[in-house]
């Protein structure tokens, strides 16, 4: 039994480091210049990092711009003590629009029962609020339609206790560089901020990780990077010439140890639905991790993983809590050896690009997957 101060943990641990995350922001603020701000997005729980963690380092190393989903988290970051400016990207209810004033926030607004119930709430404090406003430029999601932009923001600003501080598009295809909607709908939004009231003062912004990377016209006044600051190219390349004034680095990886090790015979099938047969004497090593954990059954007789520094494949169904890889002819395995399901061990690396294409999806989506269904640990002195 574990003695009162023994702390006990899962054998399965998602790293953090924060060192790789101070210097992917560094490299993104650098790309960009001065004069050229940078919202750093944390929603997804920082994609999977840990949001009031991940916001905590980046503040630390000057970063003023947060960019969540929903109030909710909003409250959070500023409960941990940032400071900087939080934007709320995704709404919110009429009934919460003094929450913004409380906190000092920035909302993002689309809709009339945001700017009204907004100003009510500034104006019963006696405050100010600043609202940042959402064009649907052709992205096909969240937002105010172009044509409806020009009513909205006369009635911004007739209504007392707010003013427009700034205007924003996302891109659907930034990604990919040759997308002939990136450059379009870049142009509706500049036409669109052209045509707005010549005492229009707040700071436009369109680009994501891929317009940051791949489309420095298209920076404007602030850039949203998401999946750069995390170390993955949102095209799901390494990074090439274009890129190279950035060289990202993975913030996370993701680690378990050996549970048993197994010799097995020719013909042997493996798990649940035996999909896979050895067909030959196959050396085992079973690990105490499964879908539960994130380890996705997609990634059955898919994936890789890295023990002493080779590469040994998953062999037949992922189960809950367990899987099985191929170490034969990896030699000196013992149970406690670590394995390596994302990140870098010796020479070699599994990339979160590498695990999305095993899976059918992209980077994104493994690390919310990984950083939220496990414990992580943050490998830096500064938290
Ligand atoms: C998530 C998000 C981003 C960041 O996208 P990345 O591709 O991760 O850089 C930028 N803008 C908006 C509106 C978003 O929702």
Redesign the pocket.
């Known amino acids: 039994m574990a003695t009162e101060h023994s702390r006990v943990i899962s054998r399965n641990q998602v790293r953090i480091d924060c060192r790789a995350l101070r210097h992917n922001f560094r490299c993104i603020a650098e790309s960009v210049g001065n004069g050229v701000e940078v919202m750093a997005?944390v929603?997804g729980d920082a994609?999977g990092h840990g949001m009031a963690e991940t916001a905590t380092v980046l503040a630390g190393c000057g970063c003023r711009n947060f960019?969540v989903a929903e109030l909710v988290e909003a409250v959070a970051l500023r409960r941990a003590g940032i400071d900087g400016r939080i934007f709320v990207?995704l709404g919110f209810l009429p009934d919460e629009a003094d929450q913004f004033v409380h906190h000092d926030l920035t909302p993002v607004v689309f809709l009339d029962q945001d700017i009204r119930a907004l100003s009510r709430a500034a104006e019963d404090c006696g405050r100010e609020i600043g609202v940042h406003l959402k064009v649907d430029c052709g992205m096909g999601r969240l937002g105010l339609l172009p044509v409806d932009v020009p009513s909205f923001v006369q009635r911004i600003d007739e209504l007392p206790g707010i003013h427009l501080a700034g205007i924003?598009a996302?891109l659907p295809e930034a990604?990919q560089r040759q997308a002939t909607s990136t450059p379009l709908i870049f142009s509706r939004f500049q036409e669109l901020v052209a045509r707005l009231d010549s005492d229009f003062r707040g700071i436009r912004h369109i680009a994501?990780?891929?317009a940051?990377l791949y489309c420095p016209e298209m920076h404007c006044d602030m850039v949203?990077?998401?999946?750069?600051l995390y170390g993955c190219y949102?095209d799901g390349g390494k990074g090439d010439e274009v890129a190279a004034s950035a060289r990202l680095q993975p913030v996370m990886s993701f680690a378990t140890r050996v549970a048993q090790v197994k010799d097995l015979p020719a013909g042997s099938g493996i798990s649940y639905g035996h999909t896979y047969i050895t067909t030959r004497p196959t050396r085992i090593a079973v690990l105490p991790l499964g879908y539960e954990d994130g380890y996705l059954r997609d990634l059955s007789n898919r994936a890789e993983v890295l023990i002493h520094g080779r590469r040994a494949p998953v062999r037949g169904r992922i189960c809950m809590n367990l899987c099985m890889v191929d170490i034969t002819g990896i030699d000196g395995v013992e149970v406690g050896d670590e394995a390596i399901l994302l990140g870098r061990q010796g020479d070699e690396e599994i990339t979160a690009d590498e695990i999305a294409g095993w899976m059918g999806t992209i980077s994104?989506e493994v690390l919310c997957l990984f950083g939220k269904n496990n414990s992580r640990i943050y490998t830096d002195e500064t938290l």
Request: without cysteine; hydrophobic residues 25%; proline residues 5%.
């Open positions: 997005m929603k994609y960019g990207l924003m996302h990604d994501n990780s891929g940051t949203r990077a998401g999946i750069s949102p994104y």
